[in-house]
C-alpha cells in the first residue's frame, strides 16, 4: 500500500500554501465590489465618448508632421485641446478626486525629473485623460455632470 511520508507531506502542504498566496498576492486579497448597472452604464457611456474623442483629436492632428521637439509639444497640446474640449461638450469634467490623487504622485514625479510640479500634474492630466476605462485604486479623470443643461 501507500506509505505516507511526512517529509513530502509537508513540502507538498508548502507548496499548496505558497501557491494559494502567489494567487491572492496576484489577483489581491480583497474583493472588489460589483458594479450597479447605473455605473455599468455610466462605464460605458465614458468609453464610448472617450473613444470619440480620442477619435477627434487623433483626426486634429494627422497632418501635423513635427520635425523639431517644440513642434511635437504643439501637436500633443493641441491633441490634449481637442480632448478636453470635446469632453466638456459632452457633459464631463475633470474629476475632482483624481486631481486629489495625481497632486502627491506629481509631486513625486516632479522631485524624480527634475521638473515643476505642474508640468508633472499636467503631464499626468494628459496620460490619464486618455483612459477611459477603470484603472485599479486610481479615481477615474472624467466625471459626468449632474447639472442638467437647460
Given at each position: 500500500?501507500?506509505?505516507f511520508n511526512l517529509?513530502?507531506?509537508?513540502?507538498?502542504?508548502?507548496?499548496?500554501?505558497?501557491?494559494?498566496?502567489?494567487?491572492?498576492?496576484?489577483?489581491?486579497?480583497?474583493?472588489?465590489?460589483?458594479?450597479?448597472?447605473?455605473?455599468?452604464?455610466?462605464?460605458?457611456?465614458?468609453?464610448?465618448?472617450?473613444?470619440?474623442?480620442?477619435?477627434?483629436?487623433?483626426?486634429?492632428?494627422?497632418?501635423?508632421?513635427?520635425?523639431?521637439?517644440?513642434?511635437?509639444?504643439?501637436?500633443?497640446?493641441?491633441?490634449?485641446?481637442?480632448?478636453?474640449?470635446?469632453?466638456?461638450?459632452?457633459?464631463?469634467?475633470?474629476?475632482p478626486a483624481w486631481?486629489?490623487?495625481?497632486?502627491?504622485?506629481?509631486?513625486?514625479?516632479?522631485?524624480?525629473?527634475?521638473?515643476?510640479?505642474?508640468?508633472?500634474?499636467t503631464s499626468l492630466?494628459?496620460?490619464?485623460?486618455?483612459?477611459?476605462?477603470?484603472?485599479?485604486?486610481?479615481?477615474?479623470?472624467?466625471?459626468?455632470?449632474?447639472?442638467?443643461?437647460?
Open positions: 500500500m501507500f506509505k517529509k513530502i507531506g509537508m513540502i507538498l502542504l508548502a507548496v499548496l500554501l505558497v501557491s494559494i498566496y502567489f494567487l491572492y498576492a496576484k489577483t489581491g486579497w480583497q474583493t472588489k465590489p460589483a458594479l450597479s448597472p447605473a455605473q455599468i452604464k455610466l462605464q460605458a457611456e465614458l468609453a464610448k465618448m472617450g473613444d470619440r474623442c480620442l477619435d477627434f483629436s487623433e483626426r486634429a492632428v494627422a497632418n501635423d508632421v513635427p520635425i523639431v521637439e517644440f513642434q511635437m509639444l504643439l501637436r500633443l497640446a493641441k491633441k490634449t485641446n481637442v480632448i478636453e474640449q470635446c469632453m466638456t461638450d459632452n457633459g464631463y469634467k475633470q474629476n486631481l486629489t490623487y495625481a497632486r502627491p504622485v506629481a509631486t513625486i514625479n516632479a522631485a524624480k525629473n527634475k521638473i515643476s510640479i505642474s508640468e508633472a500634474l492630466s494628459r496620460a490619464d485623460m486618455q483612459l477611459f476605462a477603470p484603472v485599479a485604486n486610481r479615481p477615474d479623470y472624467w466625471l459626468k455632470n449632474q447639472q442638467k443643461s437647460n
